[in-house]
């Protein structure tokens, strides 16, 4: 059995080309990727205020054991190993504290981990964690990174890779399982099956070269074919008749009849299909001259053809 009927992949560049889409809207860049908050650590206020200054980037690969060990929630809360993650980058975090006068203001490099999952028809990825670390940090700085800086960067690539969505699938007759989603070899892969065929699987798929690509399985085909076929063609009836010629010489025909049954299979060739017809018709052509119609009907014609006496043309 095949891990899937239908598998959709698109590679990091693609989607790191769909980040810088969203960063580049000046209205997305604004609201999303900027902001400021106030407050007051034990008695001191401070104020901050930061903007992303190019746009996030993903790296399709599993974080290193190093990585995880310097993972963060809001407040500092360790985030433990998972499957389905991959890295996200702010190559450029730009950040301005002002602490009871005492002034900051530098820019960074951020790491993140995000989690991606599927449940039902659609894709959730969502920023789990930053990665940094505070072994040497004050507490004023522990407080500002892990109370204030780690959720809002959070919020922030959660709701810009939002924008990242499983395509809709809807193969007319055809029932489809949930997607399942994985990353392999900087791929973002989504893999989905026919009902019948249990639950599909991402793991040692073969994957073309393309940025993005869609692949469907025989069975998929054969099955969305003869769908369209018995909705579309089996059973319909065809009428068709009409002359054809001039200066008094003019050939008739006359066609009628239905699709009893069709049936359509695939090939070696993904680009060619083998159609086998049963049909049910009648038919008659004739021959008009300028002295009159020479046979009026196939059935006409077969009935002088079995006669001996109508080989006599003086006859007819």
């Not at 922030?156 to 489809?176: E, H, R």
């Not at 369209?228 to 010629?245: A, M, W, Y």
């Amino acid at each position: 059995m095949s891990t899937y009927d239908l598998l959709i992949g698109v590679n990091e560049a693609r989607l790191n080309g769909i980040l810088s889409q969203v960063y580049g809207s000046p209205q997305l860049r604004q609201s999303l990727f900027s902001g400021s908050e106030s407050g007051d650590y034990s008695g001191l206020a401070f104020q901050v205020k930061w903007s992303v200054e190019a746009a996030p980037s993903l790296s399709l690969r599993a974080p290193t054991p190093e990585e995880w060990t310097a993972a963060i929630k809001e407040g500092g809360t360790p985030a433990p190993p998972q499957s389905g993650t991959f890295i996200a980058g702010l190559s450029s975090l730009s950040i301005q504290l002002d602490a009871s006068g005492q002034k900051l203001n530098t820019t960074v490099p951020v790491k993140a981990i995000c989690t991606i999952a599927a449940a039902g028809g659609s894709m959730s990825i969502a920023a789990l964690a930053v990665i940094v670390n505070l072994s040497q940090a004050s507490d004023l700085d522990r407080y500002m990174i892990s109370n204030v800086m780690v959720p809002r960067i959070l919020a922030m690539l959660t709701k810009a890779l939002s924008g990242i969505a499983i395509p809709q699938v809807n193969v007319a007759g055809i029932s489809m399982t949930p997607p399942v989603v994985g990353i392999t070899n900087g791929y973002l892969l989504t893999a989905f099956n026919l009902v019948q065929d249990g639950t599909p699987s991402t793991a040692n798929v073969a994957i073309p070269a393309d940025p993005f690509f869609v692949l469907l399985s025989r069975q998929l085909v054969q099955s969305a074919v003869d769908y369209q076929v018995r909705t579309n063609l089996q059973g319909k009836q065809f009428d068709q008749s009409g002359s054809e010629g001039g200066g008094g010489f003019s050939a008739e025909y006359s066609a009628h009849g239905t699709i009893q049954g069709i049936s359509v299979s695939t090939t070696p060739n993904p680009l060619a299909l083998r159609a086998n017809v049963t049909l049910s018709m009648s038919a008659s052509a004739g021959i008009t001259t300028p002295i009159g119609a020479i046979v009026g009907g196939l059935e006409e014609a077969g009935k002088r053809i079995i006669d001996p006496d109508t080989w006599n043309p003086t006859k007819w």
